[in-house]
């Protein structure tokens, strides 16, 4: 099992421009979500889904949209990227009590 | 409120114990996390206690949960320097109406082991 991975690992945008970042697992977890994590904090949580097709807001939603089309794929968006979003993105996935990250996406926007 | 407080920095020597701690002010939070991460690498999960306990042992690693003060602690034994790491606290609830446990974290403690 890769468990969680993520695509890129590293990323470099200009403002306002828009990209995708991938997730993928491959245990047959229902539940997954997307953190962000700034420098000298704790993780925060951006989107999370329950289940194929389902999506909903965590704790900094804003700039940042999501979809969960394959149960084994959350994607997130930035459609118009700001210096703000400049951090390191982790996803993860569940099943029970346990979550399950990913290595992270190094994102910087000039 | 969700929030977790942990303290920033702890240094020991190898072969020492280390207690990193932890407060939460959440009482119905339903298990609480120890996550460890390595410089450049994601989270990974040393080990839980669910909310009705009071201790958990799991090789070098024991976790106290207090919950009348709302209190989690982590202790190494034998400490190594490739223990040397963040370590970060985090506590779930479950939202109403559902079994989704959303994770809420501290901010992590940089533990630093001298040899």
């Not at chain 1, 468990?3 to 421009?17: C, D, Y």
């Not at chain 1, 968006?77 to 703000?84: F, H, M, Q, R």
């Not at chain 2, 002010?25 to 040393?46: F, I, N």
């Not at chain 2, 609830?93 to 559902?98: L, P, T, V």
Request: proline share 4%.
């Amino acid at each position: 099992n890769a468990g969680v991975t993520q695509t890129p690992k590293f990323r470099v945008l200009k403002t306002g421009q828009s990209m995708t970042l991938l997730c993928a697992q491959d245990m047959n977890h229902e539940y997954m979500y997307w953190y962000r994590q700034d420098p000298g904090m704790g993780l925060r949580l951006i989107h999370y889904s329950v289940g194929e097709g389902t999506t909903a807001k965590g704790e900094v939603p804003d700039g940042y949209n999501v979809s969960r089309l394959k149960k084994q794929n959350f994607l997130l968006g930035l459609e118009s990227a700001a210096p703000s979003q400049t951090s390191v993105y982790f996803c993860a996935s569940s099943y029970g009590p346990k979550q399950y990250f990913g290595p992270g996406t190094r994102l910087t926007v000039l | 409120g969700e929030d977790v407080e942990q303290s920033l920095f702890l240094s020991v020597r190898e072969g020492d114990s280390s207690v990193i701690n932890c407060t939460y002010t959440d009482s119905s939070s339903t298990y609480l996390y120890w996550y460890k991460q390595e410089p450049g690498a994601g989270l990974q999960l040393l080990t839980y206690i669910f909310s009705n306990m009071d201790m958990k042992q799991d090789q070098r690693l024991t976790v106290l949960l207090n919950k009348k003060d709302k209190h989690l602690s982590l202790r190494i034994a034998d400490t190594q320097t490739g223990d040397s790491a963040i370590y970060f606290c985090a506590e779930s609830m479950a939202d109403r109406g559902s079994t989704l446990g959303r994770l809420y974290f501290g901010r992590g403690t940089q533990l630093t082991v001298w040899p």
